[in-house]
T-cell receptor
Framework: NAGVTQTPKFRVLKTGQSMTLLCAQD?????MYWYRQDPGMGLRLIHY???????AKGEVPDGYNVSRLKKQNFLLGLESAAPSQTSVYFC???????????????FGEGSRLTVL | LAKTTQPISMDSYEGQEVNITCSHNNIATNDYITWYQQFPSQGPRFIIQ???TKVTNEVASLFIPADRKSSTLSLPRVSLSDTAVYYC??????????????FGSGTRLSIRP
C-alpha cells in the first residue's frame, strides 16, 4: 500500500517553463489537496478537489492549474513558472467523512521545485 | 472558521515533558481539535484529535478545557526525534471542505540532549 505518491520529487525549471506535478493515492480517497511550503513557513493551500472531475481554489491559487480526471490522481500544473513559485509542494488526501472519522490528512513526501 | 494561535518555537531537553498550547477562541460547536507533526523534508502526519476533556494515544495526550477555547498537546519524555514542527488545526471532520483545513505557521519544537 503506497499511500500518497508524488512525482517528480525534485525539479529545476527556468522562468517561463511549464511543468506538471502528479499526485497519486491508492486509498480510494475522495478529497485531494495541493499545498506549498516555503522555507521556515507553514503550509498554504493552492487548490483542492472534493471528487473526480471537481476542483476548487484554495488560499494561493494564482499561477497554478489543477485537474482531477481520475479519482486517484490530482495534477498540479504551472503554465509559466516564476521564481516566486520555488517551494516544496505537498499533496494530501482524505476520506469522505462519516461519523467517527477523524478527517485525517495523508500527505505525500513532497516535491521540491526550484525556478531559476 | 476558527483561527488558531500557537507559540512560534519552543525548546526543551530529552526526557522532559513538553506542553504546546493552542488558542482557538472562536471554535464552533461541531469543531474538533487536531494536531499534526512535521519532520524536516517530510509531509505532516496526524498525531491526535479530540473534542473535549482528554484524549491519549501512544504518541501524545491532548487536554481540552471545558470552554474549548484552547488546547494543550502534551508529549511525555521527549527525545531528539521529537524535534519537529507541530500544527494545531480546528475544524469539523464531518465537513472536510478544504476551507476548513488551513495550516498556520505551527510551533517549531527543538529538543536538546
Amino acid at each position: 500500500n503506497a499511500g500518497v505518491t508524488q512525482t517528480p520529487k525534485f525539479r529545476v525549471l527556468k522562468t517561463g517553463q511549464s511543468m506538471t506535478l502528479l499526485c497519486a493515492q491508492d486509498m480510494n480517497h475522495e478529497y485531494m489537496y495541493w499545498y506549498r511550503q516555503d522555507p521556515g513557513m507553514g503550509l498554504r493551500l493552492i487548490h483542492y478537489s472534493v471528487g473526480e472531475g471537481t476542483t476548487a481554489k484554495g488560499e494561493v491559487p494564482d499561477g497554478y492549474n489543477v485537474s482531477r480526471l481520475k479519482k486517484q490522481n490530482f495534477l498540479l500544473g504551472l503554465e509559466s513558472a516564476a521564481p516566486s513559485q520555488t517551494s516544496v509542494y505537498f499533496c494530501a488526501s482524505t476520506l469522505q467523512q462519516g461519523a467517527g472519522d477523524t478527517g485525517e490528512l495523508f500527505f505525500g513526501e513532497g516535491s521540491r521545485l526550484t525556478v531559476l | 472558521l476558527a483561527k488558531t494561535t500557537q507559540p512560534i518555537s519552543m525548546d526543551s531537553y530529552e526526557g522532559q515533558e513538553v506542553n504546546i498550547t493552542c488558542s482557538h477562541n472562536n471554535i464552533a460547536t461541531n469543531d474538533y481539535i487536531t494536531w499534526y507533526q512535521q519532520f524536516p523534508s517530510q509531509g505532516p502526519r496526524f498525531i491526535i484529535q479530540g473534542y473535549k476533556t482528554k484524549v491519549t494515544n501512544e504518541v501524545a495526550s491532548l487536554f481540552i478545557p471545558a470552554d474549548r477555547k484552547s488546547s494543550t498537546l502534551s508529549l511525555p519524555r521527549v527525545s531528539l526525534s521529537d524535534t519537529a514542527v507541530y500544527y494545531c488545526l480546528v475544524g469539523d471532520p464531518l465537513y472536510s471542505s478544504a476551507s476548513k483545513i488551513i495550516f498556520g505557521s505551527g510551533t517549531r519544537l527543538s529538543i536538546r540532549p
